[in-house]
């Protein structure tokens, strides 16, 4: 499948040691912006990303792999997103990419191993979006570059980050009732706001909502609510990922070509 739509933005190479992925972090955090700058939302998607992985790719204190060894280990990664007219949250259109992995896990790091895959995916619509929802951190992220900040900065696009659990911050449990939340504050700064957690069913775990890019707080919150259909996860991060399942369990039984 050929590219439909060109994807600008700000590009560097995804292919880098841990420490210059931390420089390029904290290059890219001064382009960050906390506000809403965005028109009408017509349109939205959620993204995903699952992994086809041959061996741990683990780079903590504790292992011994080096670069070399990591990237040996490397397999797939398989990029999706699904797109809804919006708010009717009718989906209108949905793709994939499936992408050697260049970048080993390093907690902190996981956009250096998603964002290729998600760019390559998103160029495969016939439109972007006008506001995308990655599962995974924005803001609330040690370095304030978490998955969606990343891409949004990337893309110069607005993003909202909805992760399952929380990477960093302290927070007081939100209500049982849905609709309920709390602010997530820095664990140093215990005055600065982060993010959101977020109840969004009743007497279930709440999700960690902060802004990615050109979004504000109170937009990411509301936003993310207004694509809650009852579930835990919101409706887009949420089909994204059966989207990334299923397309993973095609690619192990040889049903997807990997194109």
Not at 190 to 201: F, H, N, P, S
Not at 215 to 233: H, K, M, Q, Y
Request: hydrophobic content about 40%; glycine content about 8%.
């Amino acid at each position: 499948m050929q590219n439909k739509i060109a994807i600008p933005g700000r590009r560097h190479r995804w292919d880098v040691l841990p420490a210059r992925a931390r420089e390029i972090q904290d290059g890219l955090r001064k382009h960050w912006i906390g506000e809403d700058r965005f028109g009408k939302i017509r349109t939205v998607a959620g993204l995903d990303v699952a992994f086809v992985l041959v061996k741990s790719q683990a780079l903590g204190q504790r292992s011994r792999l080096n670069r070399a060894t990591a990237l040996r280990a490397a397999n797939r990664a398989i990029g999706c997103v699904v797109m809804y007219r919006y708010p009717e949250m009718e989906e209108i259109a949905r793709a994939s990419a499936i992408l050697p992995l260049h970048f080993p896990y390093v907690p902190g790091f996981l956009s250096f191993r998603e964002i290729p895959v998600l760019l390559v995916a998103l160029a495969r619509l016939k439109s972007m979006p006008d506001l995308l929802f990655c599962d995974g951190q924005g803001y609330a992220h040690p370095r304030r570059m978490g998955l969606a900040t990343h891409l949004g900065i990337v893309l110069d696009h607005p993003t909202i980050g909805c992760a399952k659990s929380r990477l960093t911050g302290i927070f007081a449990e939100p209500a049982r009732k849905a609709k309920n939340w709390s602010p997530l504050f820095d664990e140093e700064d215990g005055a600065q706001m982060i993010g959101m957690v977020v109840r969004t069913r009743d007497n279930v775990s709440p999700i960690y909502v902060s802004p990615g890019h050109r979004v504000s707080f109170p937009s990411a919150l509301e936003l993310t609510l207004s694509v809650t259909d009852g579930g835990r996860i919101p409706r887009p991060t949420r089909d994204a990922d059966r989207f990334a399942r299923e397309t993973k369990r095609k690619l192990l039984l040889g049903q997807l070509s990997e194109k």
